[in-house]
């Protein structure tokens, strides 16, 4: 059974830092291509984040954030700097195969708030 679990939410102030960790469950994991997401309050979900050989960000971003993996412990991370209130949302974590099914497998979501 395929399972993500986000890990490492919480709340910070303007400028701070955090470091958000996705480990799956039940799938090859270096074999898929994963993804951080988030969701602000009244607002659809984002692609914050990608990592497959290369990682890759959206704008918004603006160099603040890295994401990398570890394969050997089938988890992925999302180091978090000089963060700043609108980065206030929930954060997924998602897998989806590099090799055949575009199937994507997604976690629960962890809270991540920032204030002022």
């Known amino acids: 059974q395929v399972q993500l679990v986000e890990s490492g939410g919480g709340e910070v102030h303007s400028g701070g830092s955090m470091r958000l960790s996705c480990r799956g469950y039940?799938?090859?994991?270096?074999?898929?291509?994963m993804r951080w997401f988030r969701q602000p309050p009244g607002k659809e979900r984002e692609l914050v984040a990608s990592?497959?050989?290369?990682?890759n960000y959206s704008d918004f971003v603006e160099g603040r954030f890295t994401v990398s993996r570890d394969d050997a412990k089938n988890t992925i991370y999302l180091q978090m700097n000089s963060l700043k209130p609108t980065d206030t949302g929930v954060y997924f974590c998602?897998?989806?195969?590099?090799?055949?099914?575009?199937?994507?497998?997604w976690g629960q979501g962890t809270q991540v708030t920032v204030s002022t």
């Open positions: 039940g799938f090859s994991f270096s074999l898929y291509k």
């Open positions: 990592h497959w050989g290369t990682s």
């Open positions: 998602s897998a989806r195969s590099a090799f055949g099914s575009s199937y994507e497998y």
